[in-house]
């Protein structure tokens, strides 16, 4: 393959990764609105605003890439078919550098495009030169260690404060926290005014319930001209701007810079700063630059399915976080949203749990007659027990979640899928495994599980991406899901799920 390939002969798996990212913010859009008629006047376009609304139909009439649609008409219409060049150089033009340069860097070889110096499509450079700041939180598992603490502050105030001081007293007064706050502006500085275009192009790096994600760069200073980047977590709403009637964005802000501030662990997403004095509340954490683990399952952007050791060392960690979670206080913290979209991995895979919003003291599940209940029924549904929707708060909440990861990643499925018999990935189990004790009562209600299920079945159903997992590996992880997807009163806590996980012997899968 070489720039002179026509488009219609890229390969599935290119056509894919460029649709992932050109159908974020409809930038396909985009490139087919400047697509020229190759045959005739360059300045004569070849699609109008109509085509652009056709085409949006299809996709969304077939649900497929509306990307992937554009290369099927443009890359079989005219006397002249377009090439790969062709299609690089129109992304140039339109400084969509990040599909660019997937074309002719990663996929010909010829390196990236060259890029203005400055201003939104200058280039950023993701630096691993950051892990010091991210060891430094990563290297205690002692709640309320004060010393950790202090250093980390004191070197977050300088690295952040050295190019524009703008620390603001009275906010932070107003939290019980001893994390550093940066203000508003400094944060709109370090994001280029919290720059919606997609990374590469410009700051955005996600988008969640409660918040847009930045990547915060800082800029060219000869006194941190060697430091890293850092991501900052932007609460999308105002201050006052309430989800429901009982939803308040800033107690949920508040919950989590005042309880994270104090927990600190080597799998806890590290949250290194907060702003409390602009328009929108933001959050100050590490970058972790291999994404989130729903993400690496899924194989976004290209990227290559986790090995069988790397999915244990996932288990391990997320475990460790939440044992940490539920017993390293005086009372049990509950995250409450629990999911493998906010499990991230650092770069060395090693799992990192984040988004604290939804986390709250709930009981410990250990058969006390004390229980803590909530009438806001927050959470991903497709991770959630059946007593969440009750309102009823535990650490078994936790648990139950942290089994669906579990399948997950056994599995290389998604959470949710609606062409799915089964929706969610616990149905989709029982129902797969036919061994319903009972019929579903409710819409969220899930079956008691069958202590004689057939684990042989289950085999068939791992992630097909990767070498087999050997079958006595595969049932007790299944075993462990299972457990954890019980009703509560039988549903294990995170400790016995992690004396369970760590007899399973990983040497084997070395070589998997």
Not at 473 to 487: D, G, T, V
Request: net charge negative; charged share 20%; with cysteine.
């Amino acid at each position: 393959m070489n720039s002179a390939t026509e488009i219609r002969s890229m390969p599935i798996t290119v056509r894919l990764r460029l649709s992932s990212m050109l159908d974020v913010n409809n930038s396909w859009k985009n490139v087919m609105g400047a697509i020229p008629k190759l045959n005739g006047n360059v300045e004569t376009k070849k699609y109008s605003s109509e085509h652009v609304g056709l085409i949006e139909d299809e996709a969304k009439r077939q649900k497929k890439s509306a990307f992937d649609i554009i290369i099927d008409e443009w890359g079989t219409s005219g006397k002249q078919r377009p090439t790969i060049q062709h299609l690089i150089d129109l992304l140039a033009k339109l400084e969509l550098y990040q599909a660019a340069d997937y074309l002719s860097n990663d996929l010909l070889g010829e390196g990236a495009m060259e890029r203005p110096s400055n201003g939104p499509s200058a280039n950023i450079i993701l630096s691993s030169a950051n892990t010091e700041d991210i060891n430094l939180l990563q290297t205690t598992s002692h709640l309320n260690d004060q010393s950790i603490l202090e250093a980390t502050n004191e070197h977050i105030n300088q690295r952040f404060f050295e190019k524009r001081s703008t620390f603001s007293p009275t906010t932070v007064e107003e939290f019980d926290t001893t994390l550093p706050h940066l203000s508003y502006d400094d944060l709109e500085y370090l994001t280029n005014d919290f720059d919606l275009n997609p990374v590469f192009q410009g700051r955005k790096l996600g988008a969640g319930a409660f918040g847009t994600v930045f990547l915060g760069m800082l800029k060219e200073n000869p006194h941190l001209s060697d430091k890293g980047t850092e991501i900052y977590k932007k609460m999308k709403l105002p201050l006052q701007h309430k989800v429901n009637v009982d939803i308040d964005i800033n107690r949920l802000f508040r919950t989590e810079v005042e309880t994270m501030s104090h927990y600190v662990h080597e799998n806890l997403l590290a949250l290194l700063a907060f702003s409390a004095d602009g328009p929108a509340c933001c959050l100050v954490y590490s970058f972790i630059p291999n994404g989130s683990l729903e993400a690496r399952l899924a194989c976004e952007g290209g990227s290559p399915p986790l090995q069988w050791n790397q999915r244990l060392d996932v288990a391990h960690g997320v475990s460790k976080a939440l044992i940490y979670l539920h017993t390293g206080g005086a009372q049990p913290l509950v995250h409450r949203d629990v999911k493998s979209a906010n499990v991230l991995l650092d770069h060395n895979m090693k799992a990192k749990l984040g988004d604290f919003g939804l986390i709250r003291i709930g009981a410990s599940g250990r058969g006390s007659k004390s229980v803590a209940f909530t009438s806001n029924v927050l959470g991903t549904s497709a991770y959630m027990a059946p007593e969440a929707f009750r309102g009823d708060i535990s650490v078994k909440l936790d648990t139950f979640s942290y089994g669906v990861i579990i399948l997950e990643l056994l599995t290389g499925l998604p959470p949710y899928d609606e062409e799915r018999d089964g929706n969610d990935l616990v149905s989709y189990n029982f129902v797969l495994m036919k061994h319903l004790s009972h019929p579903s009562s409710g819409k969220h209600q899930i079956s008691h599980v069958d202590s004689a299920l057939d684990e042989m079945e289950f085999i068939q159903l791992l992630d097909p991406k990767i070498n087999p997992l050997p079958e006595n590996m595969a049932s007790a992880l299944h075993a462990i899901a299972l457990s954890c997807i019980q009703e509560k009163k039988r549903r294990p806590l995170m400790t016995q799920v992690y004396a369970e996980l760590v007899q399973i012997d990983q040497s084997t899968l070395i070589s998997l």
